[in-house]
């Protein structure tokens, strides 16, 4: 049986092994075992109150400053082209579906101009998916329905300016 604690150790006994990036393909493999475990996600995922927010973190490693993170979407939602900063992310689906899409940077910006994209690629990540998201990969999610994921973040989220991005097209309509 999986609990959070052999989660947190078996992640940080794996980074300290092989440090991210190179170590992404054994990190995901551990958080897809953990997402097996319907009573272990079950736990860590459970209904929240209006209010409570999508996000909690569930675990913040004192030494390798990785976060384990609970995210319970209560319904459908869109989101923005985004990355993770100067940091990385590991989704692990553990409940419905996740239509995720990878864009690719058009225009770096930069002088206070946001940077552009357009969408390289999209699939669906499915119960027991864990995908990973280097530095700097940019990628948006799409749901239709609750969802309930494991999210592995190379450093609190909480601490780190994300970059300011913006679809291709978007960024060419005239703001008003």
Not at 21 to 43: H, M, S, Y
Not at 69 to 83: E, Q
Not at 136 to 141: C, E, T, Y
Request: aromatic share 6%; with cysteine; charged share 25%.
């Amino acid at each position: 049986m999986m609990t959070l604690e052999i989660l947190a150790r078996r992640l940080r006994d794996a980074m300290k092994a092989s440090p991210v990036p190179e170590g992404a393909e054994a990190l995901c493999n551990i958080l897809g075992d953990a997402l097996k475990d319907r009573a272990f996600t079950a736990a860590m995922l459970p209904d929240r109150k209006d209010g409570d927010g999508v996000r909690e973190i569930l675990y913040e490693d004192p030494d390798l400053g990785f976060c384990i993170c609970g995210h319970v979407n209560a319904g459908s939602s869109v989101g923005k082209p985004h990355d993770h900063g100067t940091t990385w992310a590991i989704y692990g689906q553990a409940e419905g579906t996740t239509e995720m899409t990878d864009w690719r940077i058009v225009d770096e910006g930069g002088d206070g101009n946001p940077a552009r994209v357009v969408p390289d690629r999209t699939y669906t990540l499915q119960v027991g998916d864990a995908h990973f998201y280097g530095v700097g990969a940019v990628h948006s999610p799409k749901r239709t329905r609750p969802t309930r994921l494991i999210r592995i973040e190379g450093a609190n989220q909480d601490c780190i300016p994300r970059s300011n991005i913006v679809e291709a097209e978007a960024a060419l309509q005239p703001s008003g």
